[in-house]
């Protein structure tokens, strides 16, 4: 049966009216049907069906939000070889590599720092490749990018560090299939395993089979109901952040543009060929189009007249753990649990670079591209999962959880292509996890593209591949602690006392290549407000050493973006408010 | 650098521990801010010295009392204590450089921190807005910044009240106050004088359950509780306001006695201590907040003077006794400071305590050895307001067993 016909017939029995059409492999369905979560429905049966390269659902259901677009401004501000949508780490990375060539190239971000969407929320896990579906883009990306990291962070001077994974079996990995309890410990304890290592083999990544008695050892925090474990020594974790903000900065010192704070709202086309990127700021001439917008990566195709793909968001909330509990697991982990969640890898506990553990993520499918709540139900949801794993791991351990979005498509791999119709646009879509892993390679691939639609390459004599990061003092030694405050006493300063975050440090940050000028930005960049008392303390302080060091006045100050005021004004302000009225 | 006394946060603990300790040896204070006092500074509302001076200062009225007597103490603003050895070795960070002091007695009095909305795992979103009433207190009263216009707070503990209040004088709306317990958790004197004066509603038995909002706080949804304190469904209703203000709790700060390899007690989260205010590491001592959260600042005085004198004595070679018997909380009793008894030389030794549930009609007990040998009537004891036993030191000196109980008078 046809694609099509296949796809209506499976709304009718659902008695929706849906229409399927298909146009050079991109299935386009219209029609109506209840909700959003029939839309979802539909679209992902839809992206499962054979030779269907993308997926755009334009069925409309109650509720459905039109959407309105912002007014672009006219004047030109800009004129580039490349123009790349999106300051995450794809898009980032992506100008980074292009920086290597002798090309005008500008970089857009609406927000007001790079790294702002998924790539501030996501795990920082680098992974290897072994927990993504075989045969997939992403996994032979995914592999590719892991590999380059390790080069990267010397270039790039950004952490990076392979802790390890444990993939681990337990008694309740099969307690939810309907099969006997002593077949789903024998499948879990000697046929599972064999079939990653199997896998492993075949991508090349290193793994080994642990016994139950030895994980213990290593791990005694780990369930008692563990049966059987796969260790994988070359998983790798970064900083998600640090990564992008590198990757921007030395994009920077060769030559690419970036605009922060720079939305593009539309896009001028002529003869199948994008001409002008439009934005809240500006228009901007391009000779080539990279969309690596994430979350919004099909509207942006949309405006280039490319739409050949639908996103919709995945959340995934995350706890974070105070450092006290740095050392109650040795490396990062994950329950393998069956029936598998389709398209999830299902989570862990994660450590961070700083020892942090991370509990989750989860998943859920979110209306709202900008929802990034994180629900009660979902932190009892983490607990009870995850308690399969590390079932004393205390709740007032929790510091802080947050949310990110996965910007999914229904066909779920990523898109990385040559629009069909326009000859000079790019799609980076669909970058969900291993986005971050792969982004290295996704990088070379899109290098690959330009060069196959016509773009001519030459590379530079004077690239520089190296990028130095700003000092981190708690890092040091305390004879190098010593030189640096005798060289600027704001060195010897805590700010943050919970991450020993110096006055120093945080000026650096402020008067870095893409300057940190707001609560948030200062975060990423330094830690100061990470820690247990999550910037009660710190807040005022680093609020003011920006107003000082970039004189916005104090009561201006926000927390990130626009919209995000700490403060309505100067203290009395309401009062004299009250009293002119 | 070397001193006899180091005393580690320059709040009110820190104050009078070095005011007392200076009396007879070398002290150095070290403050990681810029300036002394603490919390004090920003506390300018009055109500605070009632016991030890009998009179209502402002809170940087009472710190100056404290820092006018600091006279031959060496200060050190702006400088963290980053670590302690066992050899009571520190290593310093500050304007001046990293640098180690050796000290013969010190007195940690880093007081305490605040709860975060993670730490009662309040759902939602991050947006600017969100406070804890610490901080809030001190972007109006320092830095001369208003957090907001249209105020929730959550919390109706004493400083929740005291920023109710605040707020409003500074012109902002308070749209009440949430408490998640069937009482209010402060005292009776500010419940009427920073709600009731000013007409701001306290809703009992309510929590904030989802916090709104992307940029900017948009509002909050509240609910009521039912008996195990878990919202009920139907009650829940949204609440716009720009501000929520978070007054849940107080932790004692202790990263550095942890980090040390101090005992600490679980129930307190501070440092196990004896009737000389010392921790389980020989030399080393505690006051204020590090040691127990108080309700009056005056408390932690007087906790500091005994840390004070007995680290002074310590630093001058002076030999204690180490009996080492534990005081345990007897009946209605969640925990007592001192946790310990060693025997020291002393003449009054006060027991700070909190009770499990409210009781009338009690008195409270001191045993020693099987037998009541001091005994107080109290009309009313319940878990937010710390009670005071006060006894002689020779009841308690050469004790076995000591226990503090709250029984009901027949």
């Not at chain 1, 030395?250 to 605009?259: E, L, R």
């Not at chain 1, 228009?283 to 919709?312: P, Q």
């Not at chain 1, 870095?512 to 990423?524: E, F, L, M, P, S």
């Not at chain 2, 001592?285 to 680290?311: M, P, Q, T």
């Amino acid at each position: 049966m046809r694609v099509e016909k296949k796809v209506e017939k499976y709304a009718k029995r659902r008695g929706w009216k849906v229409k399927a059409r298909t146009e050079d492999g991109i299935l386009y369905l219209e029609g109506e049907v209840p909700s959003y979560k029939e839309y979802v429905e539909i679209g992902r049966y839809a992206g499962k069906q054979k030779n269907v390269e993308g997926v755009v659902n334009r069925l409309k259901y109650k509720g459905k939000k039109e959407e309105k677009r912002k007014e672009g401004r006219n004047e030109i501000i800009g004129e580039a070889d490349v123009v790349i949508i999106g300051g995450g780490v794809t898009g980032c990375m992506i100008a980074r590599e292009l920086s290597k060539y002798k090309l005008d190239i500008i970089l857009v971000e609406k927000a007001e720092d790079v790294a702002c969407g998924a790539t501030k929320a996501n795990n920082a896990m680098v992974h290897t490749g072994i927990g993504e579906k075989m045969g997939t883009l992403k996994q032979k990306l995914c592999v590719e990018g892991h590999k380059m990291y390790e080069e990267l962070s010397k270039q790039l001077d950004f952490p990076y560090e392979k802790n390890g994974m444990w993939i681990i079996l337990t008694k309740d990995s099969f307690a939810d299939m309907p099969i006997p309890s002593f077949l789903g410990n024998f499948i879990a304890r000697f046929i599972i395993p064999r079939i990653i290592l199997r896998r492993a083999k075949k991508l090349g990544i290193p793994m080994y089979i642990v016994k139950r008695k030895e994980l213990l050892k290593e791990e005694p925090n780990v369930t008692s109901r563990a049966l059987v474990a796969v260790y994988s020594p070359t998983y790798g974790v970064t900083s998600p952040y640090l990564f992008t903000i590198a990757l921007a900065e030395n994009a920077i010192d060769n030559g690419v543009k970036i605009m922060l704070e720079t939305e593009v709202v539309d896009m001028i086309t002529e003869g199948g060929e994008v001409k002008e990127v439009v934005t809240d700021k500006g228009r901007i001439k391009a000779r080539y189009v990279i969309n690596a917008a994430g979350i919004y990566a099909d509207k942006v195709a949309e405006m280039a007249e490319a739409r050949e793909y639908t996103i919709h968001p995945k959340k995934g909330s995350t706890l974070i753990f105070d450092k006290d509990y740095g050392n109650y697991i040795k490396h990062s982990m994950t329950i393998l649990k069956f029936p598998r969640t389709e398209h999830y890898k299902g989570g862990g506990a994660m450590l961070t670079l700083e020892r942090n553990i991370q509990l989750g993520p989860t998943l859920m499918e979110v209306e709202d591209r900008e929802d990034t709540s994180v629900k009660a139900a979902e932190i009892e949801q983490i607990f009870s999962h995850f308690s399969l794993l590390l079932p004393d791991l205390p709740r007032k351990g929790v510091i802080a959880y947050f949310a990110g979005l996965r910007a999914a498509t229904f066909t779920e791999d990523f898109i990385i292509r040559r629009a069909k119709k326009v000859r000079n646009f790019i799609h980076v879509a669909g970058i969900q996890s291993p986005g971050l892993a792969a982004a290295p390679a996704v990088a070379k691939m899109v290098v690959g593209l330009l060069k196959e639609s016509g773009l001519e390459m030459v590379e530079k004599e004077d690239f520089n591949p190296y990028r130095k990061a700003n000092v981190v003092i708690r890092e040091l030694s305390i004879e190098e602690r010593k030189k640096m405050v005798e060289k600027d006493a704001r060195y010897g300063k805590i700010v943050c006392r919970c991450e020993g975050v110096t006055e120093g440090e945080i000026v650096d940050a402020i008067h870095g290549k893409i300057g940190a000028t707001n609560i948030d930005a200062i975060k990423r960049r330094t830690r100061a407000g990470m820690g247990r008392c999550q910037g009660s303390f710190c807040l005022p302080h680093v609020a003011k050493i920006i107003s000082r060091e970039t004189g916005i006045p104090l009561e201006k100050i926000k927390k990130n973006g626009n919209g995000s005021n700490l403060f309505v004004g100067k203290a009395k302000c309401l009062l004299e408010e009250k009293n002119e009225n | 650098m070397k001193t006899d006394v180091a005393v580690i946060g320059g709040g009110p603990a820190g104050l009078a521990a070095a005011m007392e300790a200076k009396k007879h040896a070398k002290v150095t204070l070290i403050e990681r801010n810029e300036e002394l006092g603490g919390i004090l500074q920003q506390c300018i509302h009055h109500g605070f010295g009632n016991f030890i001076f009998g009179e209502a200062l402002t809170g940087p009225e009472y710190a100056e009392h404290f820092i006018e007597a600091l006279e031959g103490v060496d200060v050190l603003l702006n400088t963290t204590v980053l670590e302690i050895d066992k050899n009571k070795r520190m290593l310093l960070s500050g304007p001046d450089g990293v640098f180690e002091m050796e000290a013969k007695a010190i007195i940690l009095a880093m007081g305490c921190r605040e709860r975060t909305r993670t730490q009662i795992f309040i759902p939602g979103t991050r947006p600017a807005g969100v406070y804890t009433a610490g901080t809030a207190q001190r972007l109006i009263n320092i830095e001369g910044v208003m957090p907001g216009k249209h105020i929730v707070i959550l919390g109706s503990g004493d400083v929740g009240l005291i920023m109710a209040r605040r707020l409003t004088l500074e012109g902002a709306k308070v749209e009440g106050v949430y408490e998640i317990m069937p009482k209010p958790g402060g005292l009776t004197r500010n419940i009427v004088q920073c709600l009731h004066d000013f007409d701001i509603p306290l809703h009992l038995s309510h929590t904030v359950v989802e916090i709104v909002g992307k940029k900017r706080l948009e509002g909050v949804f509240v609910a009521k509780v039912d008996k195990n304190f878990k919202p009920i469904e139907e009650t829940k209703r949204f609440v716009p306001c720009d501000t929520l203000i978070l007054a849940v709790g107080l932790i004692p700060e202790n990263e550095l006695t942890k980090k040390t390899g101090i005992e600490l007690d679980s129930v307190t989260a501070g440092p196990v201590v004896d009737e000389g205010m010392e921790t389980s590491m020989e030399g080393i001592f505690a006051c204020g907040n590090v040691v127990h959260v108080h309700d009056l600042v005056d408390d932690v005085s007087l906790s500091a003077i005994i840390a004070g004198r007995e680290a002074a004595k310590h630093a001058n070679g002076e030999k204690t006794e180490r009996r080492k018997i534990k005081v345990k909380a007897g009946e209605n009793v969640r925990y007592v400071v001192p946790q310990i008894i060693n025997g020291r030389d002393m003449e009054e030794i006060t027991f700070y305590f909190r009770v499990k549930n409210e009781m009338r009609n009690v008195v409270t007990r001191l045993i020693v050895d099987g037998e009541v040998r001091k005994e107080k009537r109290e009309l009313i004891v319940k878990p937010p307001e710390m009670v005071r036993l006060k006894v002689k030191g020779e009841l308690v000196k050469n004790a076995n067993s000591i226990s503090i109980e709250v029984k009901k008078v027949a």
